[in-house]
């Protein structure tokens, strides 16, 4: 499903709209409400679910009053995906097994631990 991005604009008044071959697209368009950012801007998606075909070209194009003119980009089915955050994954992976050998070690130091305890009371005369 494309995907449509405004981002970083102020004040919350924008339009999106999607283009089939050059012609608006009316039905099926869905958008998000705006999100406020730490920054006081806002952004915005647009989502058009559709089954790509290969002579169709489909068009993201973004209208507000900061923009001299509309923004106009592409939406091709072959662009390349953006990278999965494979390195914060990894030593977040990391983290979290490190966590819990951790808390395995922890527990049976504890309980052995304790075994001995008990083992030296039993030893010691009365």
């Given amino acids: 499903m494309p995907v449509c991005l405004a981002d970083e604009f102020s004040p919350p008044v ?18 998000t409400d705006f999100y406020p950012r730490t920054d006081n801007a806002f952004r915005k998606f647009s989502y058009l679910p559709f089954v790509p075909e ?3 070209i489909y068009y993201c ?10 923004l106009t980009k592409e939406w ?7 990278l999965p955050e494979t390195g914060e994954n990894v030593v977040c992976g ?9 808390i395995i070690v922890g527990t049976v130091l504890i309980l052995k631990s304790r075994q001995m305890g008990e083992a ?4 010691r005369p009365m």
């Avoid at 194009?61 to 509309?70: F, I, S, T």
């Avoid at 030296?120 to 030893?123: C, H, Q, S, W």
């Fill in 76 to 82: 091709n089915a072959n662009m390349a995906e953006p």
């Fill in 61 to 70: 194009r973004v209208e507000h009053w900061g923009l001299a003119q509309p």
């Fill in 14 to 31: 924008v339009k999106l709209t999607w283009l089939k071959n050059g012609q608006e697209v009316e039905a099926g368009m869905e958008e």
């Fill in 54 to 56: 290969a002579e169709d």
């Fill in 94 to 102: 990391l983290g979290l097994a490190g966590g819990i050998v951790g």
């Fill in 120 to 123: 030296n009371l039993r030893r």
